[in-house]
């Protein structure tokens, strides 16, 4: 029984190989990370901020924000990554919601809203009917996160320490997908996830309700611009 799924990790935990799998599926995802890029585009209000809060050392040759550069300085000091989320936090919710309402008004059964930090900033689960987990044991995490990354035992572990640790937020997820193993074994708790939450008729009403508003707005627009064309 749901509408907005949260749907969170850690940093390596293999959250994109579950995100890869749901799209196969047809499921309507909201890409945190993808609004975040896109909210601090040259020329838009969280970029200038940025650049006023971080300096222009942060940019690449061509004005966009280095991430890397970035990440360097918010994962070494709490308080800037702190900034850095008031700064960009409102203007991705804000896109959010937009997309959000497009899924709604298109009748999906369900919502996913991939928010790397769901957890850690803790103000979005309240919307959330669930929150789903891509969990993977500490060992196996270091280990992915220096591979993938090329970095040493010290970096990996102070970036995986930024974060809540994945145990802490298993207690707090009303769903875990474990993706110690291999990819078949998570597909397979994917599909079961996927079946339990297609069987969910939450908010239809709501749906309904916001339609109909919709389609009585348009009545109402067309009624007046013939009124005034006569």
């Given at each position: 029984?749901?509408?907005?799924?949260?749907?969170?990790?850690?940093?390596?935990?293999?959250?994109?190989?579950?995100?890869?799998?749901?799209?196969?599926?047809?499921?309507?995802?909201?890409?945190?990370?993808?609004?975040?890029?896109?909210?601090?585009?040259?020329?838009?209000?969280?970029?200038?901020?940025?650049?006023?809060?971080?300096?222009?050392?942060?940019?690449?040759?061509?004005?966009?924000?280095?991430?890397?550069?970035?990440?360097?300085?918010?994962?070494s000091q709490p308080e800037k990554?702190?900034?850095?989320?008031?700064?960009?936090?409102?203007?991705?919710q804000k896109e959010m919601l937009?997309?959000?309402?497009?899924?709604?008004?298109?009748?999906?059964?369900?919502?996913?809203?991939?928010?790397?930090?769901?957890?850690?900033?803790?103000?979005?689960?309240?919307?959330?009917?669930?929150?789903?987990?891509?969990?993977?044991?500490?060992?196996?995490?270091?280990?992915?996160?220096?591979?993938?990354?090329?970095?040493?035992?010290?970096?990996?572990?102070?970036?995986?320490?930024?974060?809540?640790?994945?145990?802490?937020?298993?207690?707090?997820?009303?769903?875990?997908?474990?993706?110690?193993?291999?990819?078949?074994?998570?597909?397979?708790?994917?599909?079961?996830?996927?079946?339990r939450l297609e069987d969910s008729?939450?908010?239809?009403?709501?749906?309904?309700?916001?339609?109909?508003?919709?389609?009585?707005?348009?009545?109402?627009?067309?009624?007046?611009?013939?009124?005034?064309?006569?």
């Amino acid at each position: 029984t749901m509408f907005l799924v949260g749907l969170s990790g850690g940093i390596a935990s293999g959250k994109s190989t579950v995100v890869a799998v749901l799209q196969e599926l047809g499921c309507a995802v909201i890409d945190a990370d993808v609004i975040a890029r896109e909210v601090v585009q040259p020329h838009s209000k969280a970029h200038r901020h940025i650049v006023r809060c971080f300096g222009t050392e942060i940019l690449s040759e061509s004005g966009e924000i280095n991430r890397e550069a970035l990440g360097n300085i918010i994962f070494s000091q709490p308080e800037k990554r702190q900034l850095l989320n008031r700064i960009t936090h409102p203007e991705i919710q804000k896109e959010m919601l937009k997309q959000i309402l497009k899924y709604f008004l298109l009748g999906y059964r369900y919502v996913i809203l991939d928010i790397p930090l769901l957890f850690e900033t803790n103000r979005l689960t309240k919307f959330m009917k669930y929150t789903v987990l891509v969990y993977c044991d500490p060992p196996t995490q270091l280990s992915r996160l220096m591979k993938r990354n090329g970095l040493s035992r010290a970096q990996a572990e102070a970036r995986i320490a930024s974060q809540l640790p994945l145990d802490e937020k298993r207690k707090l997820a009303t769903h875990v997908i474990d993706n110690s193993g291999d990819r078949e074994s998570t597909r397979r708790q994917v599909l079961r996830l996927h079946a339990r939450l297609e069987d969910s008729l939450d908010f239809l009403w709501a749906r309904l309700v916001l339609g109909t508003a919709v389609v009585g707005f348009g009545g109402l627009v067309y009624l007046l611009l013939r009124h005034f064309s006569s």
